[in-house]
């Protein structure tokens, strides 16, 4: 990413959890994160619509290869790639395999939506 505006955002606090290359993460510096790999946005319903548009616009641009955007309420996830005009919506298993990986990441959505 050419711009590091996405760290400083106020928006970008609360649920939101970056997923970035293992060499960079490493580093333990966060000014030397430039490439995100998947952003997982747990939704509120106060900032739904902001999540939802503004927020999943500006990963797109950034070319951001995946944004999951966790529903909590309705139990489903949306999934956004960049050049997607509409979101794949899974309501029972996400799979994400980013580039190099060996395997795939695979989580039953029953799982993670189980009552506490």
């Known amino acids: 990413m050419d711009d590091d505006s996405w760290r400083r955002s106020p928006h970008h606090e609360g649920c939101t959890h970056l997923v970035a290359s293992l060499d960079q993460v490493r580093t333990l510096d966060w000014t030397q994160v430039k490439d995100l790999l998947l952003v997982i946005e ?17 990963y797109q641009e950034r070319r951001i290869p995946t944004y999951w955007a966790v529903d909590g309420e309705e139990r489903w996830v949306e999934v956004w790639t ?4 509409f979101p794949t ?13 060996r395997e795939a990441l ?9 009552p506490i």
């Open 82 to 85: 960049p050049a997607a005009q």
């Open 42 to 58: 747990v939704l509120s319903p106060s900032t739904l619509r902001y999540d939802r548009f503004t927020k999943r616009r500006l």
């Open 89 to 101: 919506v899974e309501r029972e298993r996400l799979v994400w395999h980013p580039a190099g990986a």
């Open 106 to 114: 695979s989580l039953e959505l029953r799982e993670l939506f189980r």
